[in-house]
T-cell receptor, first 110, second 112 residues
Framework: EDQVTQSPEALRLQEGESSSLNCSYT??????LFWYRQDPGKGPEFLFT???AGEEKEKERLKATLTKKESFLHITAPKPEDSATYLC???????????FGTGTKLQVIP | DVKVTQSSRYLVKRTGEKVFLECVQD?????MFWYRQDPGLGLRLIYF???????EKGDIPEGYSVSREKKERFSLILESASTNQTSMYLC???????????FGPGTRLTVL
């Protein structure tokens, strides 16, 4: 059974204080690892897909990286508008189903 | 832009009522999904559909059924609502099993 564990559960940063969120996973034949952002009371919004170890993707202040066991979402010089819950998900081989982690709630303080 | 809409943002129902949640996507996606999201449990898959009239059970299908008569529309049905079905329900769609899913705004259902 595919499993996704995200840490920390919550993170509080000062504006400009860079940090990383962790997503550890176990999956049979990784087909894709996804990062989403979710604002309170809204549906998740897609950020990145990573397919293989060593792959990296960037978008504004966010950078996602992937190894064979975990993924990191690096946040460089965050701003208050980056405050949200960040979700990680994996899709295993031979199946349409995606397994989500419980998320990291990020708060960036001005 | 892909748009996924859900019929209600907030819904309050009584125990035992039959509840219909509707989801519509406008991008001709083959795959559609229903999740529920609860604090500490994350998103859990209830059902998904990869084609019209096709459906597959997810992790927690008990107490739910689905219907997909048209490609753009996927309905979630609670045959007899119970208090433990109080949750945020999220619909999503995607082109293929390997692509990102696009989510609707969610329906917060309260069963009294």
């Amino acid at each position: 059974e595919d499993q996704v564990t995200q840490s920390p559960e919550a993170l509080r940063l000062q504006e400009g204080e860079s940090s990383s969120l962790n997503c550890s996973y176990t999956v049979s034949g990784l087909r894709g690892l996804f990062w989403y952002r979710q604002d309170p009371g809204k549906g998740p919004e897609f950020l990145f897909t990573l397919y293989s170890a060593g792959e990296e993707k960037e978008k504004e202040r966010l950078k996602a990286t992937l190894t064979k066991k975990e993924s990191f979402l690096h946040i460089t010089a965050p701003k208050p508008e980056d405050s949200a819950t960040y979700l990680c998900a994996v899709q295993g081989g031979g199946y349409q189903k995606v397994t989500f982690g419980t998320g990291t709630k990020l708060q960036v303080i001005p | 832009d892909v748009k996924v809409t859900q019929s209600s943002r907030y819904l309050v129902k009584r125990t035992g009522e039959k509840v219909f949640l509707e989801c519509v996507q406008d991008m001709d996606h083959e795959n559609m999904f229903w999740y529920r999201q609860d604090p500490g449990l994350g998103l859990r898959l209830i059902y998904f559909s990869y084609d019209v009239k096709m459906k597959e059970k997810g992790d927690i299908p008990e107490g739910y059924s689905v219907s997909r008569e048209k490609k753009e529309r996927f309905s979630l049905i609670l045959e007899s609502a119970s208090t433990n079905q109080t949750s945020m329900y999220l619909c999503a769609s995607s082109y293929t099993g390997e692509q990102e899913q696009f989510f609707g705004p969610g329906t917060r259902l309260t069963v009294l």
